[in-house]
């Protein structure tokens, strides 16, 4: 099995920063693409960011130039460095992973998400 642990959200004044880190962990041969999703109360989850193994990133719009998605291959981990938060990013923050197991087969795995509050 495999777990994808999140840590590092909390309260932040609005311009603030905060880095979120997402450490996958289990029988895990490669990790491919990772990403960070987030849904706020009464919305669809959506994209804040992915990360490929070999360091290509996406970005949704409304994050571009203030969030920064990076990763450790040898610790399969992510991260999101948030600078510039605004009161709209408040959201509970999801980590996927895209996880290849000793079996080579492929799967998709959540994180049990992170609060991120974003007020003054």
């Known amino acids: 099995q495999v777990q994808l642990v999140e840590s590092g959200g909390g309260l932040v004044q609005p311009g603030g920063s905060l880095r979120l880190s997402c450490a996958a962990s289990?029988?895990?041969?490669?990790?491919?693409?990772m990403g960070w999703y987030r849904q706020a109360p009464g919305k669809q989850r959506e994209l804040v960011a992915t990360?490929?193994?070999?360091?290509?990133?996406d970005y949704a719009d409304s994050v571009k130039g203030r969030f920064t998605i990076s990763r450790d291959n040898a610790k399969n981990t992510v991260y999101l460095q948030m600078n510039r938060l605004k009161p709209e990013d408040t959201a509970v923050y999801y980590c996927?992973?895209?996880?290849?197991?000793?079996?080579?087969?492929?799967?998709?795995?959540w994180g049990q998400g992170t609060q991120v509050t974003v007020s003054s």
């Open positions: 996927n992973a895209e996880v290849q197991g000793w079996d080579y087969l492929r799967a998709d795995y």
């Open positions: 990360i490929t193994r070999g360091g290509n990133t």
């Open positions: 289990g029988t895990i041969f490669r990790v491919y693409t």
